[in-house]
């Protein structure tokens, strides 16, 4: 990896060290923010649903728009704006404590989270040669596991040493993540970026075919994602009764295994190709997610769970990748911006679904959806993708 990353451009080192800092802080917040809202506000997981759906919502409304703006006036500003405004309304979703408030916090932060999503993937497209792009993404996306697994096991344990009544404990957790996303900032401001001179076309996207099915698989893995991945803290808070630090120790497991699956990614990608491999490591989560929902003891939950992260993860930088090598420079944010504008749109529908099934006690349907879901998408990739592929 150190070898890899002395190759990588300035611009790119830059980017993967700014991602480092703010997948650390990530990590602690989302491992507890679920939690504080349940538990040390009390609100009710219908509640909690329509809470998380207010940002992926936002980011579906605002993704097209953010797109285009990232094509326009370049990747460095809206990677800067959009961390800079992330450590603000995460601020305030962590002191915050009316519901309305709590909703439209979450619904900025979406926009600002999706302003530095969409300029991401065309920015390290630009900053690495062909050879060294699924690299660049592999290396990316374990750096971030790797700050996501450290946040995660440091924010299962620090409620426990702030020795705080339970609320107080992880709202100053929560802010201990803030803060520590202010630094993320830092390493965008020295990016060098060579503005291209770009004119407006009214046929904004011209790889309009392919684009559909990016979309279309998009849609579907992003409902089937949204009705479990926002609730894995709660589901084994109430449904196993696992502690906070348990959690924490789990998800940095999980993380663990998703990061060692993400370094092989690029040398799987070179032996089977970006399509077989994302088809073949997909497919094999899906028993494990059938454990995760059925499994009657933690340490089998907790197994199924480490599994299903690595296989299902591990494609994630592949697909990134091959999505962004179809399309043409000048149009890699804005369909960035439609796809991921799909990708929420489906999450945030889900997430509601999913807070009222959980509020119910039904705590199995999502994970079944979530599996013919996934299932039907992989099938779907590989039918759209396959072919291509072996002409290229």
Partial sequence: ?????????????????????????????????????????????????????????????????????????????CLIAGAAASVLFRGLLATATPQGVLIAANAVLGFTVTLTYVSFAPFMMENASSKERVHLFSVNGAISILGYTTGAFLGGRLPSILSMPQPEALRATLLVSVALSCAAVIPLLFLTEKRKETFFSEKIVKSTSLMKKFLLIQVLVGFGAGLIVPFFNIFFRIRMEASIETIGIIFSLGSIATGTATFLAAPVASRWGKVRS????????????????????????????????????????????FMMEQMKEEERATVNGIINGGWNGSWGCSNIIAGSLMNRNLYEIPFLITCALYAVSTFLYYIFFASLERNQ
Avoid: C, H, W
């Fill in 1 to 77: 990896m150190l070898e890899e990353l002395r190759s990588f451009s300035r611009n790119a080192r830059l980017f993967l060290l700014s991602n480092g800092i703010l997948s650390l802080s990530s990590g602690i917040f989302y491992l507890v923010f679920n939690i504080y809202v349940v538990e040390g506000l009390e609100y009710s997981e219908s509640f909690l649903g329509i809470l998380l759906s207010a940002s992926p919502f936002s980011g579906a409304l605002f993704s097209l728009p953010a797109g285009m703006l990232g094509d326009r006036i370049g990747r460095k500003r």
């Fill in 278 to 321: 994302i088809v073949v490591t997909q497919l094999g989560s899906l028993p494990f997610l059938l454990m995760i929902a059925y499994s009657p003891t933690l340490y089998l939950v907790t197994t199924g769970y480490i599994a299903r992260e690595a296989l299902m993860n591990m494609g994630g930088p592949i697909a990134s990748a």
